[in-house]
């Protein structure tokens, strides 16, 4: 007998959790009002304007029935958070579409202009330059590996279409055995056009190993652009 009030018990339990549960769902679905479109689940979308662009941001984190606010429900979805591209969006692309313009390899001429104990047209040197599109750029130069060829160095646009270069290298005596010093090498240059050359000046400081200048040479440089064809 016992036994039989227990299972009876039990039964009477979950018949009051069942009615409460579906007491509580029906009065969740009283308070859900419909969209403008019609539809719970479409939120309403934001209008352009004219010229600029827009998109979506993250969906709304609310759960999707509104919360009771002073004893009424809140008839309004959360709009989603719209993100404004302004118009500066494409002239940050063109800028580094014209910063990227003068990657690539190089063959460059650097000729003697202005220079003490140096005949102006004379080539001071004749080799290859790489520009990188992260700033970088490497050269590999027309002197002898021994004394030193290749030096290092990082750009940046200064304007359109024009660039300013900052390099290192290390140069040798001609028997390569002793060190003289870091030569710095900057240059200033300006696209052509066509992309496919620049021209410009340039400076070169050879220092000792204490930073005192042994030698400035000035005069221009000039470059043809190499191609996968």
């Known amino acids: 007998m016992k036994f039989k009030f227990r299972i009876a018990g039990l039964w009477l339990v979950l018949g ?13 679905s ?15 979308l934001m209008g ?25 429900a809140d008839d309004r979805f959360r709009q989603p958070s719209l993100v404004l591209i302004s118009s ?9 579409s014209d ?5 690539g390899l190089w063959k460059t001429k650097f000729v003697s202009k202005g220079t003490t104990g140096i005949p102006d047209g004379a080539v001071i040197d004749d080799g290859y330059a790489t520009w990188h599109r992260d700033g970088t750029e490497i050269m590999n130069s027309g002197r002898p590996p021994i004394t030193g060829n290749f030096c290092m160095g990082v750009w940046k646009q200064t304007r359109t279409g024009t660039y300013k270069l900052n390099h290192f290298g290390l140069s040798w005596t001609p028997d390569g055995t002793t060190l003289i010093g870091p ?11 066509s992309g496919n050359s620049y021209t410009g000046t340039f400076t070169i400081d050879q220092f000792d ?12 440089v000039t470059a043809q652009r190499i191609t996968a064809d």
Do not use: F, M, W
């Not at 352009?48 to 999707?64: I, V």
């Open 16 to 28: 009051a959790l069942c009615l409460c549960s579906a007491q509580g769902l029906r009065a969740q």
């Open 30 to 44: 009283a308070n859900v009002p419909a969209s403008p479109a019609g539809t719970r689940t479409q939120p309403a």
């Open 48 to 72: 352009a304007s004219t010229g600029c662009g827009y998109s979506t941001g993250e969906a709304a984190t609310e759960p999707s029935h509104p919360r009771q606010k002073s004893g009424r």
């Open 88 to 96: 500066h969006a494409a002239k940050d692309s063109e800028e580094d």
């Open 99 to 103: 910063r990227a313009a003068i990657v």
């Open 183 to 193: 030569a710095n090498i900057r240059e200033e240059v300006t696209l052509d056009p």
């Open 209 to 220: 190993d204490n930073d005192h200048v042994l030698v400035h040479i000035s005069g221009t």
